[in-house]
């Protein structure tokens, strides 16, 4: 919607439907004293992104209430009944995090789906986002929905819907249940009224399958019984990681784990924290602190949905220091493929996944082991996308992204940040069992493959204008691209978005095979890598930065370091990004 006008009437339609009183009450109010705010609430209808459906929770068609999540689960509702016409019931499994309205936003889509004549599946508590990607391959459900808003602020809350794999959706699924749910134009074409029979509550059987599968990843149980004493110090940041995680560490044999326990408490206002992001360095300030006070070798924080997690470990000076999502990749890849080299699994069927703003360091680790290395476009769902394309051909080993998720095995089809911390801890222990810690590891791949540096900046901007400017500046980009940064010729441009790689010196074009995504890749002289990609999930523009060279030695880490910050500083200077 383009004018005042056309989000009055959208707004107005609100006070003429069957909404509740308390709803109408605020529009009316927002009607008569907040024009930006109803614009905001009403310009658009919250669609399925990245991630699915996102927002920040209020009244409103580009808002999560009731309504919203009632009718978005008509329209994913009726498109499954398109798609498994012979199935009678449709099955479908239900979960949430501690967000507030979580619970609540479960309940409306188990009513609405039990009144379409579904069997809903619907944990009877809080539960991991990974979990609920196994309980639908493990339950033989159609689909599935976790409500959550993951690493958000605490205003928003979200819908992430899964495929029959335990996948997020992907085109065309994703794209249909948009069409679909546009069909739904008041909520008169919603059932809301639930069949009790046929909501079937699940718990404690699933989490025990569950971690079942997750401890069966282990590779190297006897140096953790020989460092079963590695102090961990691990914080759930007010999510549903409390439960599974530490219990995880504890079957894995890890017996001193300490949690952060202000911390441990589930609560949707997140109120230790600006915002419950472990990508977030003062996420984990409550958590590193315990750390310092009990001299702990690890820590580790999950977000609310527990899908993602950041570390901090000790280095060369004993300082607690934190390891960004591509570290955390590089250590797990490094010791998953290790080992399973030194057990004799490797048969020459294995791969592994990324994506295309993760650390390239992932696909010359993987090429050392003679892995094949596999690179998708940005989002968790094209990584369960590749699994699901070599599935029964092909051995998938361990998948990451550089925002701090990784999936290990393919039981799940979602990142999963409960078997990463396990394996995390596993990889720890495993290098104190030969005198050697996390950082050292670190170090060693360094080394070995050279030292690869990576920079991310956000920019947000809030509304509806701001999703019009961050598109200004996808714009600007292709329409003058830069020749170049930072005093580095620009020698290659990939746009994902036109599917055309771009050699600068000739105009020589390329196909560029993945699918069609609103990204730019400017690839440097020097080496360095620049991604530029809206968000799909949040009002954001994000700029990765990418940049590498040698580490001739441990000694050498500081000084080399210093100089790839100050390449990205220049990067950053020279698109005047700040």
Known sequence: MDNANSVTERAQKWLDGSFDDETKAIVKNLMETNQTELTDSFYRDLEFGTGGLRGIMGVGTNRMNKYTVGMATQGLANYLRMMFPELNPVKMAISH????????????????????GFRVFLFDDLRPTPELSFAIRKLGCQSGVMVTASHNPKEYNGYKAYWDDGAQMITPHDENVIKEVQKITSIDDVKWTGIKENI?????????????HVLALSLSPDAIHRQKNLKI???????????????????????????????????????????????????????????????????????????????????????????????????????????????????????????????????????????????????????????????????????????????????????????ACAMIAETAAFMADS????????????QKYGFFKEG??????????????????????????????????????????????????????TPVSLPKSNVLQFLLEDGSVISVRPSGTEPKIKFYFGVREPLKSAGEFEQTEQRLNEKIAGIISSMKLQ
């Open 97 to 116: 995090d501690s967000r507030n309205n979580s619970k609540y936003f479960a309940q409306i889509v188990a009513e609405v789906l039990s009144a379409n």
């Open 233 to 419: 110090v691990y914080t759930p940041l007010h999510g549903c990681g409390r439960k599974l995680v530490p219990e995880i560490l504890a079957r894995f044999g890890f017996e001193n784990i300490h949690m952060v326990k202000e911390q441990a408490i589930a609560d949707g206002n997140f109120p230790t924290v600006h915002s419950p992001n472990p990508e977030e360095h003062d996420a984990l300030d409550m958590a590193i602190k315990l750390a310092e006070e009990l001299s702990a070798d690890l820590v580790m924080a999950t977000d609310p949905d527990a899908d993602r997690v950041g570390i901090a470990v000790r280095n060369h000076k004993n300082q607690m220091v934190l390891l960004n999502g591509n570290q955390t990749a590089a250590l797990l890849f490094y010791y998953i493929l290790n080992r399973w080299k030194e057990l004799g699994k490797l048969k020459g069927d294995e791969f592994i996944v990324s994506t295309i703003v993760t650390t390239k360091l992932l696909s010359e680790i993987a090429a050392s082991f003679g892995i094949e290395y596999f690179e998708c476009l940005t989002g968790f769902k094209f990584i369960a996308d590749v699994i699901r394309q070599h599935e029964g051909e092909k051995t998938y080993i361990v998948g990451g992204e550089e925002s701090y998720g990784y999936l290990i095995g393919d039981f799940v089809r979602d990142k999963d940040a409960v078997s």
């Open 200 to 212: 079937v509550p699940v718990g404690a059987e699933i989490d025990r399958e569950y971690l079942d």
């Open 456 to 509: 991310l900046i956000s920019v947000t901007r809030k509304g509806k204008s701001g999703a019009e400017e961050i598109q200004q500046i996808m714009v600007g980009y292709r329409n003058a691209p830069p020749v170049e940064i930072n005093n580095s010729k620009v020698i290659k441009i990939k746009d994902y978005l036109l599917q055309k790689e771009t050699e600068v010196s000739t105009g020589n074009e």
């Open 435 to 446: 005198g050697k810690s996390l950082f050292d590891l670190l170090l060693d791949i360094y």
